[in-house]
C-alpha cells in the first residue's frame, strides 16, 4: 500500500495515511535515526539562539561591532547547516515510503534552508563591509545589486514554501504540532528577516521581534522532530 494514498478499510471506510514510519534499531537506521535527533537538537536551538543575539541593524552599529555582527552570522550559518543535515537524514528514511508528494516537500525544504545557509553567509560577510564606507546604504534596497537580490529573493520564496510544504507533510503522518511549528515559524521568520526589515527599516526593532516570533517555534519544531526519530525502537 502507498503511504502516502488514504485507503479503504473492511467497512470501505478510506482511512488517512499511517504515521510517518519510524524504523527499527534492526534495519540498518539507527545511526540515520541518531543524527537526525542530535542534528535536530542542535541546529534548532542554536538558530533560535543566534536569532535572539542578532547585533542591531544599522550600518553604523554594524560597522561599530562587525566581528559580533560576522560571528552571529557564522553560527547562524552553522545552525542551517545543521538542520539541513537533519532534513537529509528525513529524506533518506522516507524515500521509500514518502512518495512523489512527499519527497518534493522534503526536497524543497532543504533547499529552501541551504538557500537561507546562502543568504545568511553573504549577509555576514557584505554587510560589515559595506558598513565601514556607507553605514547609510546598508540593509536599505540602494544597497541591493543584481546578484544579492537574486540570493535574497530565491530564499525568501523557497524558504517559507518549503517549510509550508513540510508542515503540510508532517500534518499527513500524524505529526500535526511538529508540523505547525516548522510552518509557522519558518514563514514568520523569513517575514521579519526581509518584509519588516526593508519595511520599517534598519533601526526599527519590529525585525527583531517578528525574527524571534517566528524562530522560536521554528526551533521547537525542530526538536519535535528529531524527538519522534529518536524514540523509535
Not at 473492511?10 to 534495519?27: E, F, I, Q, Y
Not at 521509500?96 to 519527497?103: C, F, I, T, V
Not at 563591509?129 to 546604504?137: H, I, Q, S
Request: charged fraction near 10%.
Amino acid at each position: 500500500m502507498n503511504a502516502h494514498r488514504p485507503a479503504p478499510d473492511d467497512a470501505g471506510v478510506m482511512t488517512p495515511p499511517h504515521p510517518l514510519r519510524r524504523p527499527g534499531a534492526g534495519d540498518g537506521t539507527r545511526y540515520v535515526r541518531m543524527m537526525v535527533n542530535l542534528t535536530a537538537m542542535i541546529g534548532g536551538p542554536l538558530f533560535l539562539l543566534t536569532v535572539i543575539l542578532h547585533p542591531a541593524r544599522d550600518g553604523h552599529d554594524i560597522a561599530a561591532h562587525a566581528q559580533w555582527y560576522a560571528f552571529t552570522h557564522s553560527m547562524e550559518a552553522v545552525s542551517l547547516l545543521v538542520q539541513a543535515i537533519c532534513l537529509a537524514g528525513v529524506l533518506a528514511l522516507g524515500m521509500r515510503e514518502l512518495g512523489s508528494r512527499g519527497l518534493a516537500a522534503l526536497y524543497t525544504a532543504l533547499a529552501g534552508t541551504m538557500l537561507w545557509f546562502g543568504l545568511i553567509v553573504f549577509d555576514g560577510g557584505h554587510n560589515p563591509v559595506t558598513a565601514k564606507y556607507a553605514p547609510d546604504l546598508v540593509h536599505t534596497s540602494q544597497d541591493i545589486d543584481v546578484e544579492g537580490g537574486i540570493i535574497v529573493l530565491t530564499a525568501n520564496i523557497v524558504f517559507p514554501l518549503g517549510y509550508v510544504l513540510l508542515a503540510l507533510l508532517l500534518n499527513r503522518y500524524g505529526q500535526r504540532v511538529t508540523g505547525l511549528l516548522l510552518g509557522f515559524g519558518g514563514v514568520v521568520y523569513a517575514i521579519g528577516g526581509t518584509v519588516a526589515l526593508f519595511g520599517f527599516g534598519p533601526h526599527s526593532m519590529v525585525t527583531s521581534v517578528v525574527e524571534i516570533i517566528g524562530a522560536a517555534p521554528y526551533a521547537v519544531g525542530y526538536v519535535l522532530l528529531g524527538r519522534r526519530f529518536a524514540r523509535a525502537s
